[in-house]
T-cell receptor, first 112, second 122 residues
Framework: LAKTTQPISMDSYEGQEVNITCSHN???????ITWYQQFPSQGPRFIIQ???TKVTNEVASLFIPADRKSSTLSLPRVSLSDTAVYYC?????????????FGTGTKLQVIP | SAVISQKPSRDICQRGTSLTIQCQVD?????MFWYRQQPGQSLTLIAT?????????ESGFVIDKFPISRPNLTFSTLTVSNLSPEDSSIYLC???????????????????FGPGTRLTVL
C-alpha cells in the first residue's frame, strides 16, 4: 500500500474553508484515495473517495491532480463539530476486500 | 451501510489476565478486521478475521497473544491475552461493505468501524 504524508495538525476558525493536503508519491495505477474522519472516542468514519479530478459529496470535496501524487480534502465552512482527526489512505478498490492502512492523520482544531 | 457494536465499551483489567472483545455486525460480511489504537496514535491493523478459517495476522501480532474467533458472518471476538500495561489501548473492529453512491452507479468499498473498546491494564 502506498505511503501517505499529511500535516500532523491544523487550526482553523469557524466558517472558514479548510484544505488538508496529502502526499502519496508512490500511488499505483489501481489505487484510490480515501479520507476518513475520527472523533474522540469513536471509530473512523468514511468521508469521501476518489480516483482522479474532483469528487464532491454533501460533506466534502476531494481534489486530485492529474499526476495523482497528492490530493486535497476540502471542508467548506467548518464548524466546531468538524474538530477531528482526518486520515488520508491510498489503496486498491478492486471489489475485493482490502485491508486499510492508516497513516498518522491530521488533527484539525476548529476555533470559535 | 453496516452498523457495528462492540462489547465491552471499556474495561479495566489486571496484569496477567485476558480480555475478550465481541464485535457484532447487523449484516453478513465476509471479512472483519481488528485494529489497535494506542493513545494519541493512529490505527494499526492487528488481523483479518475470515469466517471458517484462521485469522491472518499482521507483522508484530501473533495468535497466541491475540486469538480471534469468527464463528459466523456477523460476529467475531478478539482476545487480548496475558495482559500487560503496554496493551492499554482502544481496540476496534471494522468491516468492509460495497456502497453504490456515485451518480453514475459506480461502487466503492467503504470500511465501517465499531465504536471501539477502551482497555486499561493496571
Amino acid at each position: 500500500l502506498a505511503k501517505t504524508t499529511q500535516p500532523i495538525s491544523m487550526d482553523s476558525y469557524e466558517g472558514q474553508e479548510v484544505n488538508i493536503t496529502c502526499s502519496h508519491n508512490n500511488i499505483a495505477t489501481n489505487d484510490y484515495i480515501t479520507w476518513y474522519q475520527q472523533f474522540p472516542s469513536q471509530g473512523p468514519r468514511f468521508i469521501i473517495q476518489g480516483y482522479k479530478t474532483k469528487v464532491t459529496n454533501e460533506v466534502a470535496s476531494l481534489f486530485i491532480p492529474a499526476d495523482r501524487k497528492s490530493s486535497t480534502l476540502s471542508l467548506p465552512r467548518v464548524s466546531l463539530s468538524d474538530t477531528a482527526v482526518y486520515y488520508c489512505l491510498v489503496g486498491p478498490n478492486s471489489g475485493g476486500y482490502q485491508k486499510v492502512t492508516f497513516g498518522t492523520g491530521t488533527k484539525l482544531q476548529v476555533i470559535p | 451501510s453496516a452498523v457495528i457494536s462492540q462489547k465491552p465499551s471499556r474495561d479495566i483489567c489486571q496484569r496477567g489476565t485476558s480480555l475478550t472483545i465481541q464485535c457484532q455486525v447487523d449484516s453478513q460480511v465476509t471479512m472483519m478486521f481488528w485494529y489497535r489504537q494506542q493513545p494519541g496514535q493512529s490505527l494499526t491493523l492487528i488481523a483479518t478475521a475470515n469466517q471458517g478459517s484462521e485469522a491472518t495476522y499482521e507483522s508484530g501480532f501473533v495468535i497466541d497473544k491475540f486469538p480471534i474467533s469468527r464463528p459466523n458472518l456477523t460476529f467475531s471476538t478478539l482476545t487480548v491475552s496475558n495482559l500487560s500495561p503496554e496493551d492499554s489501548s482502544i481496540y476496534l473492529c471494522s468491516v468492509e461493505a460495497k456502497i453504490v453512491w456515485t451518480s453514475g452507479g459506480a461502487s466503492i468499498n467503504e470500511q465501517f468501524f465499531g465504536p471501539g473498546t477502551r482497555l486499561t491494564v493496571l
